[in-house]
């Protein structure tokens, strides 16, 4: 093969890869646009479904990646990243199209569910495969272009979706299945494998299980509160999810691979970062749902209205990423993810007290969701770059799954937080604003575990626990 040829394949395979990750990221953002026309098309049931019941359609997808997306990436490690790769594809692509045929509300849920299995193999086997393909020079140009999928996928998301739910909902799933197919024709073409390790230990599925629920069923309870009432059924959920989560930690620290490596959480710098990620992101997930849902259910925007509207904020993610690189090279990623949080809460600030239901986007809404989409640029970008460099090269990448874990936790709180101040209705005045100053707290609850990210940076040496990264194969099981 001569050198042009290399270098046409090597593009791509890097389209094919950085292509996957697109797929799973512009998911989300094209169902949060079609969620009201979702909820009006099965309205005409016998039983319309509820604003509580619907927001499982978002949150069964973000439990479920969350949990797996870890475990994941060890059994693609394991047996083989590019057959994992395919085969998460291929069950994306499959459960996209029973999505787009789904009769009714729990169908629906159910195999976004299975969608979200299918994202959570392909995305980590997507990176570690375009990381194997290309030569050393191109490796890290490769690597920030498939971190900025998300960025891409957030402005492109909303507008894309808007446009496709002018035709029906159901093309919000259907546009999946032609571009599945053709990432894995070119993936078994042109990906090459890697090759695994037969002797790594095999991944905490049951820790992974174990965590969907409790956080399934902690969501269960937020979100059923209001209509329930405290009842047994809402009780008993926050009584399953707390059990969970002790279950969950008991087998983080006696497994051989857990899901989370428990040495990731003694690095301060680290854990600190988590809970910026994910307060962070519960007040992000806040904030995406309720100005879709005031421009289409107070302003009655119509989904591609609505879809250009909120695309306006996210196009500010990829300018302030590449800006604040270029102006500040130097600035330590844990102070710029602080700055960021701070602007974050004056954007939710300014949502909070500019907006009225008279529709007026570009004086009320934009101004705000412009400042927000400028924080979300220098916040997100450098949260993973803040957490992955106090940690060993060895467990860099187990780190950023956790991160990404946590991100996606975080959007399921803020949904279930939003649905829950709701209570089955609609996105009253006072209910929308009250919903923006807990987007505004959750933002300087971020700062404030950023620069608590930073001032464990600074400890002395003397003071500095150390970090005992021993191989998960060797822990005691207990």
């Not at 909303?158 to 496709?164: E, H, N, T, Y």
């Not at 854990?271 to 879709?292: C, D, E, K, M, R």
């Not at 695309?311 to 500040?328: K, N």
């Not at 009253?428 to 933002?443: C, E, K």
């Amino acid at each position: 093969m001569n050198n042009q040829s290399q270098v046409r394949r090597q593009a791509l395979v890097t389209a094919i890869l950085v292509g996957s990750a697109f797929l799973a990221g512009v998911d989300l953002f094209i169902v949060n646009v079609a969620f009201d026309e979702i909820g009006h098309d099965f309205a005409a049931a016998a039983h319309p479904p509820t604003l509580s019941q619907l927001s499982w359609i978002l949150n069964a997808y973000a439990v479920i990646f969350a949990a797996l997306l870890v475990p994941m990436g060890r059994l693609t490690d394991r047996y083989g990243r590019k057959a994992g790769f395919v085969l998460g594809i291929a069950v994306f692509t499959a459960a996209s199209a029973a999505c787009a045929l789904s009769g009714n509300v729990w169908e629906l849920v159910a195999f976004r569910g299975l969608q979200a299995v299918g994202a959570a193999a392909m995305t980590p086997a997507s990176l570690g495969l375009l990381l194997a393909a290309l030569p050393p020079e191109r490796k890290a140009p490769a690597a920030r272009l498939w971190a900025t999928t998300g960025a891409l996928a957030a402005a492109f998301g909303p507008a894309v979706g808007g446009g496709l739910v002018q035709l029906s909902w159901h093309w919000a799933f259907w546009i999946n299945v032609p571009i599945g197919l053709a990432l894995i024709a070119g993936a078994i073409r042109y990906v090459p494998d890697v090759r695994h390790n037969v002797g790594a230990p095999r991944p905490d599925l049951t820790g992974a299980l174990v965590l969907a629920v409790a956080v399934g069923a902690l969501v269960l309870g937020l979100v059923q509160g209001p209509s329930w009432g405290c009842t047994a059924g809402v009780l008993g959920s926050f009584a399953v999810a707390a059990i969970g989560l002790a279950t969950f930690a008991w087998q983080t620290a006696h497994h051989p691979s857990p899901v989370v490596d428990p040495a990731l959480l003694r690095v301060r710098a680290f854990a600190w970062a988590n809970g910026a990620t994910l307060v962070f992101n519960t007040g992000f997930g806040i904030s995406l749902l309720a100005g879709i849902l005031w421009m289409q259910q107070v302003w009655d925007y119509s989904a591609l209205r609505t879809g250009f509207a909120v695309a306006a904020g996210p196009l500010f993610v990829p300018v302030t990423s590449i800006l604040s690189q270029r102006l500040f090279p130097r600035a330590r990623p844990s102070l710029l993810v602080t700055v960021g949080a701070l602007v974050a809460a004056a954007g939710a600030t300014l949502m909070a007290v500019r907006l009225d239901e008279q529709p007026s986007y570009w004086t009320t809404f934009f101004p705000g969701w412009a400042v927000v989409g400028i924080a979300v640029g220098l916040v997100m970008p450098n949260l993973i770059a803040a957490a992955t460099s106090t940690l060993p090269p060895a467990q860099a990448s187990t780190g950023g799954g956790v991160i990404s874990m946590s991100r996606q936790l975080g959007l399921v709180l803020g949904v279930s937080i939003l649905v829950s101040m709701l209570g089955g209705s609609g996105p009253a005045s006072g209910t929308f604003t009250a919903a923006w100053l807990v987007v505004a707290a959750a933002s300087v609850l971020a700062a404030a575990s950023a620069y608590a990210m930073e001032a464990s940076r600074r400890r002395p040496v003397a003071e500095a626990e150390p970090a005992p990264f021993a191989p998960a194969s060797t822990r005691e099981t207990g």
